[in-house]
Nanobody
Framework: QVQLVESGGGLAQAGDSLRLSCAAS????????MGWFRQAPGKEREFVAA????????YYADFVKGRFTISRDNAKNTVYLQMDSLKPEDTAVYYC?????????????????????WGQGTQVTVSS
């Protein structure tokens, strides 16, 4: 089975930076793309960023462009989300997800339904 474990969340002040990590367990982990989603209390889960393992093409939600950067380390089976210039509205539980299947492009990666595996989430809280 594929298991994803997020880490790096915590408390931050507006303007600070945090880096989230998502590590896949086992040596047999294989996916076509990885995504980051977030969910604030009482709100729907929303897309943040995604990256293709092959080629490293990245995709971002409009509200994080220029502030967040998604990256990957194939050797470590790990995906990162570098978050800069944090805002209070970034407060949410952040989830890592793995896509297993055909590799499409564009807004296809925005849909949570295309990801097979999910981590337990890591809390990010940003104060003003």
């Amino acid at each position: 089975q594929v298991q994803l474990v997020e880490s790096g969340g915590g408390l931050a002040q507006a303007g600070d930076s945090l880096r989230l990590s998502c590590a896949a367990s086992g040596r047999t982990f294989r996916s076509s793309a990885m995504g980051w989603f977030r969910q604030a209390p009482g709100k729907e889960r929303e897309f943040v960023a995604a990256i293709r393992w092959s080629g490293g093409t990245t995709y971002y939600a409009d509200f994080v462009k220029g502030r967040f950067t998604i990256s990957r380390d194939n050797a470590k089976n790990t995906v990162y989300l570098q978050m800069d210039s944090l805002k209070p509205e970034d407060t949410a539980v952040y989830y890592c997800a793995a896509r297993v299947g055909p590799d499409y492009g564009g807004t296809y990666y925005y849909a949570a339904s295309i990801y097979r595996y999910w981590g337990q989430g890591t809390q990010v809280t940003v104060s003003s």
